[in-house]
């Protein structure tokens, strides 16, 4: 590639990816902030929080399609030049998201006791993440929400407004749970409460600005049975390849559980600097959806191909500078979360094999996004079974026969961080080399 046109991508991919990045950041630095807060009430309301994330994660996760669909379908129609009709699609998506939430917010609050409880974890664990999850289910709606509405003005090339959102959505969570947390004596409780508000209050937000932009361009804000099931059908593949995700963390989640409550709680803190460095990774799969989207929308294949190098350099790279800083920091790490010594014993090894798994990390999210942005769904669906079925013989044989401590948890986050990432490397690897995904057209 010339080197103008590197530089010219960059400025494109950069432009996108750095909003982005404070945006996703936010996210996880939601469960940092709930893993510092909580962590410090002791190891059971640790352990707690971490079943009940995993649960609320799971549900949440399986609707990202509202943000993952929603975005390329978006480029696409923008690349095509029609710009009210994708903005009328993008709100298809909230109306979706909508519904979605109300049903899947209600059947969470009646069943929290149940699906807490099937990780076998002990009682004063599970009762605690069941209050948790109840009343974190009332703000379930407003993730939906957010999702959708966030896809919308990533497809729109605008990741500056998610940005904003994110950020005074982040300094509201971090107030609310101690407020709730400490100043009202409401413990783990108050956790769930605090961010619901902020979660909400980034909704309000969010409907402000798109009804802004759809009065600007004419673009109808009722929903369309047409638009609503066209964003769920082309969501199917989506669902399912996120599905494999979620089992596969709830595989992990479950065998630590075997393992026991310190395991478990050591875990969470695991998971929650994996999340923040995979949020952190993912700013370059959310610019490519876009780009890639865009592109294929406006037919410009020798973009497309552009793109998907220079976010690969970018990728790989971004993950060795993110893995260093976090491996020097492994050992000390802990210490931000927790003074429970138990943990901040076998902290320290999962924290490192994590870290070092970073730049496989940033290869496999960027190629995740160009997929994903392509429309490519169905072969993202297909294997990411694939890849759950090499992860759970592992997962299995640590839950069966690992011991606990140091060891058990370090067998159980390498099998995390390298067989299933590198199934997940390898599939998607051979399908960027073929030129199948590139299907051109609005």
Not at 279 to 300: E, M, S, W
Not at 318 to 346: C, E, M, Q, Y
Request: aromatic share 8%; net charge positive; glycine share 12%.
């Amino acid at each position: 590639m010339p080197l103008l046109t590197a530089r010219a991508v960059d400025r494109e991919i950069l432009a996108l990816a750095i909003p982005a990045l404070g945006a996703l950041i936010a996210e996880p630095v939601f469960l940092l902030v709930d893993s510092a807060l909580v962590g410090h009430l002791g190891q059971i309301p640790l352990a707690a929080l971490g079943l009940a994330s995993a649960v609320l994660q799971t549900v949440v996760g399986l609707m990202v399609f509202l943000a993952y669909g929603t975005t390329p379908a978006v480029a696409r129609r923008l690349g095509a030049g029609d710009r009210p009709g994708a903005i009328s699609l993008g709100v298809d998506g909230t109306w979706l998201a909508t519904a979605l939430g109300l049903i899947l917010g209600a059947a969470g609050f009646l069943t929290a006791p149940f699906l807490v409880g099937a990780f076998g974890a002990a009682a004063d664990v599970t009762e605690q993440a069941s209050a948790y999850l109840r009343v974190a289910m009332i703000g379930l709606p407003a993730m939906l929400i957010v999702y959708a509405a966030t896809g919308l003005l990533r497809g729109l090339q605008d990741t500056r407004t998610p940005l904003a959102v994110a950020v005074a959505g982040f300094i509201a969570n971090a107030g609310l749970n101690a407020l709730f947390i400490y100043g009202l004596g409401l413990g783990i409780v108050g956790s769930a409460v605090g961010t619901d508000v902020a979660q909400w209050g980034m909704v309000a937000a969010y409907v402000v600005v798109i009804w802004r932009r759809a009065r600007i361009e004419q673009a109808s804000l009722r929903p369309h049975a047409r638009g609503v099931l066209g964003v769920a059908g082309a969501g199917w593949w989506l669902l399912i390849r996120t599905a494999s995700l979620r089992a596969a963390l709830l595989l992990a989640t479950w065998a630590a559980t075997r393992l026991g409550s310190v395991e478990l709680a050591g875990w969470q803190l695991v998971m929650t600097v994996f999340n923040t460095l995979a949020f952190a990774l993912d700013a370059l799969a959310i610019a490519v959806q876009a780009l890639i989207g865009h592109g294929l929308g406006a037919a410009d294949v020798p973009r497309v191909r552009a793109v998907l190098r220079r976010c690969l350099e970018w990728g790989i790279g971004s993950g060795v500078v993110l893995g260093a800083f976090v491996l020097v920091l492994s050992p000390w790490l802990g210490h931000a979360f927790t003074r429970d010594a138990n943990v901040l014993a076998i902290l320290p090894v999962g924290v490192a094999l994590i870290a070092v798994a970073a730049p496989l990390d940033g290869y496999v999210f960027v190629l995740d996004g160009v997929l994903i942005g392509a429309g490519d769904a169905r072969y993202l669906a297909l294997t990411g079974l694939l890849n759950l079925a090499c992860f759970v013989p592992c997962a299995l044989l640590v839950a069966r026969f690992a011991p606990a401590g140091v060891l058990g948890f370090a067998l159980l986050s390498a099998s995390f961080a390298f067989i299933y990432l590198g199934a997940r490397a390898l599939t998607l690897g051979l399908r960027a080399r073929s030129p199948r995904w590139l299907v051109t057209g609005a």
